[in-house]
């Protein structure tokens, strides 16, 4: 899949290699990643946001000795600072939030506010964090300072789950979402986490054997097998989404046996609009079932797990699992590129 994905960024950026900025760039995942992008020939800079002292101080390889030319030691200093810290100051008039100077200053100064700044104002094509910034520290300086994507309600995220075939078991390639971002999602939250996750199907519809999306809002019921507040909300959202997308294969609410294995679908589920197609977009009910869901596809059922993939947001920009590796890393930055409009 990887080669796959390489192929297909360096074929959209033919014409000009993408800005990528790594805010974590002293982590030695990141620096093997953008050994890798640099290689590649995916990108052709490596951007820092530091000195030439500090990189080399903190460099875990000799690649970056042989490929000086490819650094780009981005000394903004007190000048970025002052733009970061005015952008952040307009956000919090136009949301109408209280100033609190101190703060600002300390964000101003942050890394990862100055490399989403710096991809607000398209200096920057790409940002990738998460190495050792939390999900939600990503996603705040994302809501401070970047636009949200238009058509799309509330940000959330996906994992593209993939596991390669052999002999014990079949090829698998499906979205899960949201595994990162909305606790407990209202009806109109879980059509924006479809419709978001749907969008980003298509970005990648190459790597699957799939010919078009089918997508299943998840419960712990299959229909009316069962009936609570939360298997309402799924069924509402369900039909809600199958209204604003006439053309899509969705069905819901559903038990994940029944979404994945046809055999048990055509036990459980008379005419399902999924037909005969397994689904390849999973809709979670809540934060709790997805994060544990694809954690437990990745340990047990051997897929790799690639992700949290923002959406939502009108920039390139993603989270990382703190237990990222390297190729982990390679991965998302190649997704989240294909996203772009060139």
């Known amino acids: 899949m990887r080669d796959k994905l390489l192929s297909r960024v360096k074929s959209k950026f033919a014409g000009r290699r993408p800005r990528v900025l790594f805010p974590e760039w002293k982590d030695k995942r990141v620096q093997e990643a953008g050994q890798i992008l640099l290689e590649e020939k995916v990108c052709d800079t490596f951007f820092v946001l530091g000195t030439k002292e500090d990189f080399f101080s903190f460099k875990e390889n000799s690649f970056f000795d042989k490929q000086e030319n490819s650094l780009n030691f981005s000394l903004f200093s007190e000048d970025l600072k002052t733009r970061v810290y005015d952008s952040l100051k307009a956000s919090c008039l136009r949301r109408k939030k209280n100033i609190d100077e101190n703060r600002l200053q300390e964000k101003s100064t942050s890394k990862l506010y100055q490399s989403v700044f710096l991809l607000a104002e398209k200096e920057v094509d790409c940002v990738v964090a998460g190495c050792s910034y939390t999900t939600k520290e990503v996603i705040v300086a994302g809501l401070e300072l970047l636009e949200k ?52 199907w298509k970005n990648f519809s190459f790597l699957f054997s799939a010919k078009e999306p089918a997508l299943a809002f998840l419960s712990y019921a299959t229909h009316d097998s069962a009936s609570d507040d939360s298997v309402e909300r799924v069924k509402k959202a369900t039909a809600l989404f199958a209204k604003r997308n006439l053309n899509v ?40 079932a997805g994060n544990i869901a694809y954690k437990i596809s990745q340990r047990l059922a051997g897929c790799q797990a690639y992700g949290p993939l923002l959406q939502g947001f009108a920039r390139a920009y993603s989270d990382l699992s703190r237990g990222a590796s390297a190729s982990d890393i390679v991965m998302v930055t190649c997704l989240k590129l294909l996203s772009l409009s060139t």
């Not at 209202?186 to 980003?200: K, P």
């Open 149 to 200: 994507e238009e058509g799309l309600g509330a940000v959330s995220s996906s994992f593209l789950m993939a596991r390669e075939e052999s002999d014990k078991q079949q090829a698998f390639q499906a979205l899960y979402s949201d595994c990162g971002v909305i606790i407990s999602p209202g009806v109109e939250e879980l059509v924006s986490i479809a419709e978001s996750t749907l969008a980003t």
């Open 249 to 288: 294969l969705v069905d819901g609410p559903l038990q994940f046996d029944a979404a994945f294995d046809l055999l048990v679908r055509r036990i459980k589920v008379k005419n399902s609009p999924l037909k005969e197609e397994p689904a390849n977009i999973y809709i979670f009910p809540d934060l709790n």
